[in-house]
């Protein structure tokens, strides 16, 4: 059974840090693509930030300079390091782990997410 847990949501003032944790388990961690995505109310979920199995990163415009994605495979975790935050960072974030061959999504995995909340 894969299993992905999130954890590391927390209250913050604008411009804060926070470092965000998907843990997995029942999954071979380190042949996955993996990525971060955030849904906040009112809006479609959208993608944060993704590292391939290689260790190649993309993030959304709005994050970029700001969020930084990574992994450990010895851990089989997912980390999303979050600073100078803003109000609009507000959203639950979802951890997702995707396996992808040959420009093919072959499964995919979900958590059931952590609020991160961005507030004065």
């Known amino acids: 059974q894969v299993q992905l847990v999130e954890s590391g949501g927390a209250l913050v003032q604008p411009g804060g840090s926070l470092r965000l944790s998907c843990s997995t388990s029942?999954?071979?961690?380190?042949?996955?693509?993996m990525g971060w995505y955030r849904q906040a109310p009112g809006k479609q979920r959208e993608l944060v930030a993704v590292i391939t199995s290689v260790g190649n990163t993309n993030y959304a415009d709005s994050v970029k300079d700001r969020f930084t994605v990574s992994r450990d495979n010895a851990k089989n975790t997912l980390y999303l390091q979050m600073n100078s935050l803003r109000p609009e960072d507000t959203a639950i974030y979802y951890c997702?782990?995707?396996?992808?061959?040959?420009?093919?999504?072959?499964?995919?995995?979900w958590g059931q997410g952590t609020q991160v909340t961005v507030s004065s």
């Open positions: 029942g999954m071979m961690f380190s042949m996955y693509d």
């Open positions: 997702n782990a995707d396996l992808r061959r040959g420009g093919t999504s072959l499964r995919k995995h």
